[in-house]
Antibody, heavy 118, light 110 residues
Framework: QVQLQESGPGLVKPSQTLSLTCTVS??????????WSWIRQPAGKGLEWIGR???????NYNPSLKSRVTISVDTSKNQFSLKLSSVTAADTAVYYC??????????WGQGTLVTVSS | QAGLTQPPSVSKGLRQTATLTCTGN????????AAWLQQHQGHPPKLLSY???NRPSGISERFSASRSGNTASLTITGLQPEDEADYYC???????????FGTGTKVTVL
């Protein structure tokens, strides 16, 4: 059974770059026609889709975040990553990684809280 | 980014039926249908249904989904205390080339 686990700094300073990694276990990130996605959720608020990457490397991003987001994949490590630049307090949220078949996210990580503060 | 519209809250009695709605447009819900996710406080979302009424294995038959035009619906029959959670719909928006989420509905079981 595939499992996903987010990792990365829990505290990022304003204007810096947030970097998170999602490690996939129990299956190869390259197998199957899956998209690997990032989603975030500010405390007490709803879900916001950040973007996704296909195993071929093609990406789609949320238009409102596109200028600041980069998602990449490292098949040798069975990981995919998120970079969000020029962060502000508004980027404080729980960040989830998830596996998606087409647009359906069927497997989620537990989430990691990232706080943007000096 | 335009999202999908859901009622903020729904309250029903134990063993009653709750119907949640998710309204989008012809580029998202009306095009490819919606998925439904359940999220308990402090936990990641869990997929309940996709492409309108396909349930992953292990999901109770008490959860059923449908779509009419640009509105998707999730019906929960025989409400149980463990059904108290936030429910989100999601759909791919072909005009944005992006996934959009609903605003979320908090279900309370009285």
């Amino acid at each position: 059974q595939v499992q996903l686990q987010e990792s990365g700094p829990g505290l990022v300073k304003p204007s810096q770059t947030l970097s998170l990694t999602c490690t996939v276990s129990g299956g190869s990130i390259s197998s199957g026609s899956y998209y690997w996605s990032w989603i975030r959720q500010p405390a007490g608020k709803g879900l916001e889709w950040i973007g996704r990457i296909y195993t071929s490397g093609s990406t789609n991003y949320n238009p409102s975040l596109k200028s600041r987001v980069t998602i990449s994949v490292d098949t040798s490590k069975n990981q995919f990553s998120l970079k969000l630049s020029s962060v502000t307090a508004a980027d404080t949220a729980v960040y989830y990684c998830a596996r998606a078949k087409s647009s359906t996210m069927d497997c989620w990580g537990q989430g990691t809280l990232v706080t943007v503060s000096s | 980014q335009a999202g999908l519209t859901q009622p903020p809250s729904v309250s029903k009695g134990l063993r009653q039926t709750a119907t949640l709605t998710c309204t989008g447009n012809s580029n998202n819900v009306g095009n490819q249908g919606a998925a439904w996710l359940q999220q308990h406080q402090g936990h990641p979302p869990k997929l309940l249904s996709y492409r309108n009424n396909n349930r992953p294995s292990g999901i109770s038959e008490r959860f059923s989904a449908s779509r009419s035009g640009n509105t998707a619906s999730l019906t929960i029959t025989g409400l149980q205390p463990e059904d108290e959670a936030d429910y989100y719909c999601s759909a791919w928006d072909s005009s944005l080339s992006a996934l959009v989420f609903g605003t979320g509905t908090k279900v309370t079981v009285l």
